[in-house]
T-cell receptor, first 114, second 113 residues
Framework: AQSVTQPDIHITVSEGASLELRCNYSYGATPYLFWYVQSPGQGLQLLLKYFSGDTLVQGIKGFEAEFKRSQSSFNLRKPSVHWSDAAEYFC????????????FGKGTRLSVIA | NAGVTQTPKFRVLKTGQSMTLLCAQDMNHEYMYWYRQDPGMGLRLIHYSVGEGTTAKGEVPDGYNVSRLKKQNFLLGLESAAPSQTSVYFCASYAAGWSYEQYFGPGTRLTVT
């Protein structure tokens, strides 16, 4: 069965600092990989996704993620965090057979301080 | 184009009461999902549907039932609510194909006392 681990429950960064959120997955083959963001009181919004090809993917709001097969990781990064990035971030995976439900990690809450 | 909407936004139930949560999407998506979100647990799949008239169990289906009588609607029912079902419920939909982007509703916050 697939599983997703987000090791950091809560991260605090200063505005303007760089950010990296970790995600590790467990699956026999390379799954489809996703990062979602949830602002307080809101639903989830897709930031970016990886299916195949270039292992560095660009998303919305200045985020990027890098797939590393050898480490079974899909870490999310942003070079300079803005106060509006404070939210909860979820990594998710799906089997590459397509059209299968997503499996979510437990999330990382990001706080941004001045 | 409203996307995915959920009704109601908030609800308080007493133990043993029943209710139905409605999810509606206007994007003609085939796939629809019900998740529950609890602190520190992420999103867990309750039930899902791959098309009108079909439903399937997810990770945590016990205590819930679903129906997909119309393509645009996916109903989640609680027949006899329990305090353990206190949660935030999210509906999502997605169009089969290459995009694989799930669109989420704003959520329903349910409290069972």
């Amino acid at each position: 069965a697939q599983s997703v681990t987000q090791p950091d429950i809560h991260i605090t960064v200063s505005e303007g600092a760089s950010l990296e959120l970790r995600c590790n997955y467990s699956y026999g083959a390379t799954p489809y990989l996703f990062w979602y963001v949830q602002s307080p009181g809101q639903g989830l919004q897709l930031l970016l996704k990886y299916f195949s090809g270039d292992t560095l993917v660009q998303g919305i709001k200045g985020f990027e993620a890098e797939f590393k097969r050898s480490q079974s990781s899909f870490n999310l990064r942003k070079p300079s965090v803005h106060w509006s990035d404070a939210a909860e971030y979820f990594c998710a995976v799906a089997r590459p057979t397509g059209n299968t439900p997503l499996v979510f990690g437990k999330g990382t809450r990001l706080s941004v301080i001045a | 184009n409203a996307g995915v909407t959920q009704t109601p936004k908030f609800r308080v139930l007493k133990t043993g009461q029943s209710m139905t949560l409605l999810c509606a999407q206007d994007m003609n998506h085939e796939y629809m999902y019900w998740y529950r979100q609890d602190p520190g647990m992420g999103l867990r799949l309750i039930h899902y549907s791959v098309g009108e008239g079909t439903t399937a169990k997810g990770e945590v289906p016990d205590g819930y039932n679903v129906s997909r009588l119309k393509k645009q609607n996916f109903l989640l029912g609680l027949e006899s609510a329990a305090p353990s079902q206190t949660s935030v419920y999210f509906c999502a939909s997605y169009a089969a194909g290459w995009s694989y982007e799930q669109y989420f509703g704003p959520g329903t916050r349910l409290t069972v006392t």
